[in-house]
């Protein structure tokens, strides 16, 4: 059995609302929680990037069951926000737990790079060339100030211990869809994304996500009702929902792993800290579906089954994710500025 | 900055690794090669421990004029932390208002960015301290 032994989440402690970000813009405040079903944002502090995050999530999973450094064959770390452009964060997490001899790199996959993480791990402890890996989607993504991605560009990310010994969380089937759609870029050098707008609606997080999913049911002959949870990219509050309609989930499967209402979106962490959410509460037998969404653009598609382990784990043992959701100390335009460095100073 | 000097240090900035006398048991951090209470008994017997990275407020400034590096997180608080181990370290606490820190607080590590060497440098990471849950 090849799945999740431990898990953790880290979701920094600053939001902002997005209806302040629309009164400096001059749109109406309730426009993005309308709009885009986005009440608020979280917002890494003045020293946390991705790195940072990642620690922190792989640390919280550490909390739950100690995995000794040594016994970490491979660290797979997914961000489109990496702090080098060269030099891997990989490296940086390979020291700080001491898993000297891992298989270290890093992923980019816009906002499915945590997810192509799992499925490397997955695939490394599937072929017996490692007894333990880490993935880890971590993000603290840039939206250009006054842009649509302004309301929604978020900062969190989690880590997954993938084994084959006391796994919580067996992997049943994992699948992928890829094609060449540009529905979201950043060039080389350019601080802030460019995207194009509805384009990133139907023909990409739409076509890629539904087509994930029914290949992933088809293989796993599985439909929707046999799901207790299910997990979609979630880009704003209204797409997944949107999505999960269209494939025959429910409101209910999908609320529990929803969490950009609050946190906005977290790219690379987005369906790994929606499954850890759901992780949080699961219990033995329950079913989960997961299917991300990156820009570029494909879908990563999970059909996982909770193990009577879980309750062995001590889940207790760091922060779960909602109650990291409700841990939020809000700040408002002018200081988000200054967390995200995107003031210009003139000296 | 000089990159192979925070190298030699990056374990135990990002895992808060110190050294224990097996001698006399003292814990230290940053960590010694020799015990100074036992000397040349101590002498490459030290052996590495990692803190636990919890600790208390044993005392704090409030800095307000801040060293370089430092403008955007002023006022911002530095301060000692007692450890359970035995060494004080001198840390910063984030994610708190000032005017809440006590000495006596419960706090715990976080791995955050310490400095950063201009635009194009390297970037030093290591421990500083949040408040305990409450």
Same mark, same amino acid.
């Not at chain 1, 076509?207 to 997990?231: F, G, R």
């Given at each position: 059995?090849?799945?999740?032994?431990?898990?953790?989440?880290?979701?920094?402690?600053y939001r902002?609302?997005?209806?302040?970000?629309?009164? &400096?813009?001059?749109? *109406?405040?309730?426009?993005?929680?309308?709009?885009?079903?986005i009440k608020?944002?979280?917002?890494?502090?003045?020293?946390?990037? +991705?790195a940072t &995050?990642?620690?922190?999530?792989?640390?919280?999973?550490?909390?739950?069951k100690?995995?000794?450094?040594e /016994?970490?064959?491979?660290?797979?770390?997914?961000?489109e926000?990496?702090?080098?452009a060269v030099?891997p964060?990989a490296?940086?997490?390979?020291?700080?737990?001491?898993? =000297?001899?891992?298989?270290?790199? !890093? @992923?980019e996959?816009?906002?499915? +790079?945590g997810?192509?993480?799992?499925?490397?791990?997955?695939?490394?402890?599937?072929a017996?060339?490692?007894d333990?890996?880490?993935?880890?989607?971590?993000?603290?993504?840039?939206?250009q100030?006054g !842009?649509a991605?302004?309301?929604? +560009?978020s900062?969190g990310?989690?880590? =997954?211990?993938?084994?084959k010994?006391e796994?919580i969380?067996?992997i049943?089937?994992?699948?992928?869809?890829?094609? *060449?759609?540009p529905?979201f870029?950043r060039?080389?050098?350019?601080?802030?994304?460019?995207?194009?707008?509805r384009?990133?609606?139907e023909p990409?997080?739409f076509?890629?996500i539904i087509?994930?999913?029914?290949? @992933?049911?088809?293989k796993?002959?599985?439909?929707? /009702?046999?799901y207790?949870?299910?997990?979609?990219?979630?880009p704003?509050?209204?797409?997944? @929902?949107?999505?999960g309609?269209?494939?025959?989930?429910?409101k209910?499967?999908?609320?529990?792993? @929803?969490?950009?209402?609050?946190i906005?979106?977290t790219?690379?962490?987005?369906?790994?800290?929606?499954?850890s959410?759901?992780?949080?509460?699961?219990k033995p037998?329950?079913?989960?579906?997961?299917?991300?969404f990156?820009?570029?653009a494909?879908?990563?598609?999970?059909?996982i089954?909770?193990?009577?382990?879980?309750?062995?784990?001590?889940?207790?043992a760091?922060p779960?994710?909602?109650?990291?959701?409700?841990?939020?100390k809000?700040?408002?335009? +002018?200081?988000?500025?200054?967390?995200?460095?995107?003031?210009?100073?003139? *000296? | 900055m000089v990159?192979?000097r925070?190298?030699?240090?990056?374990r135990?900035?990002?895992?808060?690794?110190?050294?224990?006398?097996p $001698?006399?048991?003292?814990?230290?951090?940053?960590?010694?090669? $020799?015990?100074?209470?036992?000397?040349?008994?101590?002498?490459?017997?030290m052996?590495?421990?990692?803190?636990?990275?919890?600790?208390?407020?044993y005392s704090y400034?409030?800095?307000?004029?801040? #060293?370089?590096?430092?403008?955007?997180?002023?006022?911002? #608080?530095?301060a000692?932390?007692?450890?359970? %181990?035995?060494?004080?370290?001198?840390?910063?606490?984030v994610d #708190?208002?000032?005017?809440?820190?006590?000495?006596?607080?419960? $706090?715990?590590? #976080?791995?955050?960015?310490?400095? %950063?060497?201009g635009?194009?440098?390297?970037i030093?990471y290591?421990?500083?301290?949040v408040?305990? %849950?409450?």
């Amino acid at each position: 059995m090849v799945g999740i032994v431990t898990y953790g989440s880290y979701i920094p402690l600053y939001r902002i609302k997005t209806a302040e970000i629309a009164r &400096i813009w001059g749109d *109406d405040p309730e426009h993005p929680e309308k709009g885009l079903g986005i009440k608020s944002k979280s917002v890494p502090a003045y020293d946390e990037d +991705a790195a940072t &995050i990642a620690v922190e999530a792989l640390r919280n999973a550490l909390r739950r069951k100690n995995i000794p450094g040594e /016994k970490i064959g491979a660290i797979f770390v997914g961000s489109e926000s990496h702090p080098y452009a060269v030099k891997p964060t990989a490296s940086l997490i390979a020291e700080v737990v001491g898993a =000297y001899k891992a298989h270290a790199a !890093d @992923l980019e996959f816009a906002c499915k +790079a945590g997810t192509a993480a799992m499925q490397n791990v997955y695939a490394m402890v599937k072929a017996g060339m490692v007894d333990y890996g880490v993935a880890i989607g971590t993000d603290t993504s840039q939206g250009q100030p006054g !842009d649509a991605l302004d309301y929604s +560009a978020s900062a969190g990310g989690t880590a =997954y211990i993938i084994g084959k010994d006391e796994v919580i969380a067996e992997i049943n089937h994992t699948v992928s869809f890829v094609t *060449d759609t540009p529905d979201f870029w950043r060039r080389e050098g350019q601080r802030y994304p460019s995207h194009g707008g509805r384009f990133t609606g139907e023909p990409a997080y739409f076509k890629h996500i539904i087509t994930a999913a029914k290949m @992933l049911m088809e293989k796993a002959s599985t439909e929707p /009702k046999d799901y207790n949870y299910v997990i979609f990219h979630q880009p704003n509050g209204k797409f997944p @929902l949107r999505v999960g309609k269209r494939l025959g989930f429910t409101k209910e499967q999908i609320q529990q792993g @929803l969490l950009t209402p609050y946190i906005g979106n977290t790219y690379s962490g987005a369906t790994p800290t929606g499954l850890s959410a759901v992780l949080d509460v699961a219990k033995p037998g329950d079913r989960i579906l997961a299917v991300s969404f990156g820009s570029g653009a494909g879908s990563d598609a999970f059909d996982i089954t909770v193990t009577d382990e879980i309750e062995k784990l001590d889940r207790d043992a760091a922060p779960k994710v909602w109650d990291q959701i409700n841990r939020a100390k809000y700040i408002d335009y +002018a200081q988000y500025l200054k967390f995200r460095r995107m003031i210009v100073e003139v *000296d | 900055m000089v990159v192979p000097r925070f190298w030699r240090e990056r374990r135990s900035r990002y895992s808060l690794i110190g050294t224990k006398c097996p $001698v006399c048991g003292t814990v230290y951090f940053p960590p010694r090669s $020799v015990c100074p209470k036992c000397g040349r008994k101590s002498v490459g017997k030290m052996e590495e421990v990692q803190l636990s990275g919890k600790g208390k407020v044993y005392s704090y400034t409030i800095v307000h004029q801040n #060293v370089i590096g430092y403008k955007y997180q002023k006022p911002y #608080v530095m301060a000692i932390i007692e450890t359970p %181990e035995g060494p004080k370290l001198t840390g910063q606490i984030v994610d #708190v208002e000032p005017e809440k820190v006590h000495i006596g607080m419960p $706090v715990h590590a #976080v791995f955050r960015r310490i400095a %950063e060497d201009g635009k194009a440098g390297i970037i030093q990471y290591g421990y500083k301290f949040v408040p305990d %849950e409450e």
